[in-house]
């Protein structure tokens, strides 16, 4: 063979080496996901990532209006509540599962009692076993859902963690029994899965209609996994992808500057905060202990450079530990402006003129972090950053050896402060403020469905916990997404995208 | 021989142990793996479910011996994070890795050799400044940075090879010359001193006196001697290019064992990392004693403490 020969074969070679591109003449949407999805089976990971895929695959009786924070009927036609503690849901007809059977009480009932059941492990079933009871089909159509005490977010717990799944799913309580081969009831359903390639699926036309989820736009959904940005970046400029999410705000913007790709910004519903050592679990004599120290800290914390330099996007400062679109979180409490001359001002009342040192355990975001500690330095107090990784923290927090933490508290999506309910409700490690009042108010509100009262004690909570500034409230997160210039999408008001709700432009 | 080998493998096993038992205690003192697995927005509740669920509840040396006594007996543990036995994803995983490591071996001895046999043929001549600086450049470049550029170049600009993904020999091409690359400069320099000093040896000048052919000379006389301690390091390089490839593999999306190896830490998938690590610095110990007891078998004097 001739050189030329040689080179020209090369070159035919390399040319059909292009990757299939992911566009509208193939009707597929490819997806990259920057973590690995490691099972199908939602029940059994609340990564985000499967929170995605789960949405496309797996119904429940109810799902939330992003528009009005109401649950409305998914697989269930309707809902009844039959007492503060008891909801009958009636299915719609004509409901299938991915392989062509049908929908039924039955089923329903089995996920309910499959996912409260310790044996089966799952990760969501901790969230219901607090308040569940039973689940009962009265009638071929009816189940009856019955809680333990009233319990407010019983909705919202139901569209949450309890996924639907086919009566006997786990054939002898074989808990990965659809980790690898899924049956569910979502609008797409899965057509193979390669944990190391992706998942790849189908638009389901079994699925029902006139439900709140939107039947897919698209035929075929792939999601890839491709954990370096860079790799992303190079993918969406090639054609290789379509649609990324949790971008990066640099690169998101850089991005956006390009033709071939839009940037869009959402809002998350997670939460950013430092939980400070009030109790004076770690010293009882601690600066943390004293109001005025902690008004002074909240005092000397410049959120909106933070929230326009370091977070960008959607991001907000905050002033109490949720969002404002939440329930429970539109109160009037106090708000700590931006002022280091009156920090300093009440570090010195307190006792404190040269300031003090506390070590403040952080996980993420180290840079935000390091602003935190240097606007603090600035009135004297130094804030010694100990730097580790999520698990570490649980440990020390544990452990009772936290001066200071930070979080960052995504409330499963949901609208609703009663999702957050752990940093204020006694017996739980991430509350050291340890005030009976906030305490009881935040119980009580856990145990009511009277929303008016749940309203009422939230609010004294708010107040409470801002006047005292238990906490050091900073930011809400921004949610970046980036997409092909050819799809449409719009960022969802709860940080969870659905990518059946894309289209081609 | 014999009393030399025996010894080498006690050596070696005593090592793995030393390293699993160093892994283990690292990953399991420096944080709370219920809390790990649990997830960031997980209850205290669900962190309870799962130290009892996944065992961690137990004292540590009774976990550690658990894993050892089923590695013996060919169990490699299920991992909690891909809800498969650690033994599958392994195989599952391994096949790519092993592509990545031969196809960048190849780039490097071919690469490096070529350059190496060049440079030395006339020292201080264009292609020995070429050859030297082109070994500079590539032992300064990062790995990622590399990819990155390949990837714009020969991807998004011309683009003639994919970007990401391991389905055809056409996704390995990129990642080889990365991970490759980065190990042509030792083997560069190594051919490149060898050669020198053996083109200036008494023999060949005898067998240039002889009047064999230059090309006689080079391959069947020289090259075989200067190649003695480069195939010590290529074995080395055997060992980095398959426990190496973490990053390359996350920049390219392939899916071997070096992405296994990340995910799995960032999942705090104790088993998988555990056996991860304990599978790579077996390959090592492997090849060290392969080395050793090759050098044994070639000079008797190291057969001797």
Redesign the interface.
């Known amino acids: 063979m001739s050189v030329k020969a040689l080179l020209t074969a090369s070159v035919i070679a390399l040319s059909s080496a292009v990757p299939a591109l992911a566009d509208q003449a193939n009707d597929t949407l490819v997806a990259a996901f920057n973590k690995e999805v490691q099972t199908l089976d939602g029940l059994y990971s609340t990564s985000r990532e499967n929170l995605i895929l789960s949405y496309l695959t797996s119904d429940q009786l109810v799902e939330i209006d992003l528009e009005t924070g109401e649950y409305v009927g998914a697989l269930a036609e309707s809902y009844t509540w039959v007492d503060d503690r008891t909801i009958d849901f009636t299915l719609r007809e004509g409901l299938q599962f991915h392989d062509g059977s049908p929908v039924t009480v039955e089923d329903i009932v089995y996920s309910f009692d499959w996912i409260a059941d310790e044996n089966s492990e799952t990760r969501r079933g901790a969230f219901i076993r607090g308040w569940f009871e039973s689940a009962q089909a009265i009638d071929d159509r009816t189940v009856r859902v019955t809680a333990m005490n009233p319990y407010p977010l019983m909705l919202r717990d139901i569209s949450v963690f309890v996924l639907t799944r086919k009566t006997g799913s786990y054939v002898d309580g074989d808990t990965d029994a659809l980790t690898q081969d899924f049956n569910g009831t979502g609008p797409y359903r899965i057509t193979s899965f390669d944990m190391g390639a992706g998942v790849t699926l189908e638009r389901f036309d079994g699925y029902y209609e006139g439900g709140p989820k939107a039947e897919g736009a698209i035929e075929t959904i792939h999601l890839r996994p491709i954990p370096d940005w860079g790799t992303v970046t190079a993918e969406l400029l090639s054609g290789g992808v379509n649609w990324s999410f949790n971008v990066p705000d640099d690169t998101a913007q850089d991005l956006g500057a390009l033709p071939m790709v839009d940037h869009t910004t959402g809002v998350s519903t997670r939460v950013s905060f430092l939980v400070l050592d009030v109790a004076g679990v770690t010293d009882p004599e601690g600066p943390l202990t004293n109001t005025l120290v902690r008004q002074a800290l909240n005092h000397a914390v410049n959120r909106e450079e933070i929230v326009e330099f370091l977070v960008g996007g959607s991001g907000r400062p905050i002033h109490t530990t949720c969002n404002l679109n939440m329930f429970g979180c539109d109160v009037d409490v106090t708000e700590y402006e931006y002022n280091p001359e009156r920090a300093r001002e009440l570090l010195a009342e307190a006792g404190y003129p040269d300031g003090f040192e506390f070590e403040m355990t952080t996980y993420r975001e180290r840079p935000i972090m390091e602003a935190v500690a240097a606007d603090l330095a600035d009135i004297g107090v130094t804030a010694n950053i100990n730097h580790v990784k999520l698990s570490a923290l649980s440990k020390a927090r544990a452990e009772g050896q936290l001066e200071a933490f930070q979080n960052a508290w995504g409330f499963y999506a949901t609208p609703d402060l009663g999702a957050i309910s752990n940093y204020y409700v006694a017996g739980s490690n991430r509350n050291l403020h340890h005030d009976a009042d906030v305490e009881g108010w935040f119980k009580a509100a856990l145990e009511t469905v009277d929303q008016d009262e749940r309203e009422a004690l939230y609010a004294q909570a708010l107040t409470r916990v801002a006047d005292e500034a238990y906490l050091l409230p900073l930011f809400q997160y921004s949610q970046n997404y980036v997409h092909s210039v050819d799809t449409t999408f719009e960022a969802p008001a709860d940080g969870l995208p659905r990518l059946n709700e894309i289209s081609w432009q | 021989m014999l009393k030399f080998i025996l010894k080498r493998l006690a050596l070696g096993l005593a090592v793995a142990f030393t390293v699993s038992l160093a892994t283990f205690l690292l990953l399991n003192l420096?944080?709370?793996?219920a809390?790990?697995v649990?997830?960031?927005?997980?209850?205290?509740?669900?962190?309870e479910?799962i130290r009892v669920?996944f065992g961690f509840d137990r004292p540590l040396y009774v976990r550690f011996f658990e894993w050892l006594g089923n590695l013996m007996t060919g169990d490699f543990g299920d991992s909690y994070?891909?809800?498969?036995p650690v033994f599958d994803l392994l195989i599952?995983?391994a096949p790519?890795t092993l592509t990545l490591a031969a196809g960048a071996l190849t780039v490097t001895v071919v690469v490096g050799l070529t350059l190496g046999v060049l440079a030395a043929l006339k020292p201080n001549g264009w292609l020995d400044r070429f050859a030297l600086s082109f070994g500079t450049a590539a032992q300064a470049v990062p790995n990622?940075w590399l990819g990155?550029i390949l990837?714009?170049l020969l991807?998004?600009m011309f683009?003639?090879?994919?970007?990401?993904?391991?389905?055809?020999w056409?996704?390995f091409?990129l990642p080889c010359l990365v991970l490759g690359t980065s190990s042509v400069p030792q083997v560069l320099r190594l051919t490149r001193t060898g050669m020198i000093e053996v083109l200036g040896s008494d023999y060949i000048r005898t067998a240039r006196a002889k009047g064999f052919r230059p090309r006689q000379i080079l391959f069947r006389h020289a090259l075989r001697n200067a190649l003695l301690p480069v195939v010590s390091v290529i074995t080395i390089q055997i060992g980095y290019k398959l426990g190496g490839s973490v990053i390359t593999e996350?920049?390219?999306?392939?899916?071997?064992l070096g992405?296994l190896a990340?995910?799995s830490i960032?999942?705090?998938d104790v088993p998988t990392v555990q056996m991860l690590v304990f599978f790579f610095a077996l390959i090592f110990i492997v090849l060290s004693i392969l080395g050793d007891i090759l050098n044994a078998w070639l000079d008797p004097r190291m057969r001797v403490e």
């Open positions: 420096a944080a709370d793996p809390a790990m649990a997830g960031e927005d997980a209850t205290q509740d669900a962190i479910q669920q994070y891909w809800k498969q599952d995983r790519v990622f990155l990837i714009i991807g998004v683009p003639i090879l994919p970007v990401s993904g391991d389905t055809s056409k996704h091409v996350t920049v390219f999306a392939l899916n071997g992405r990340y995910e960032l999942g705090a």
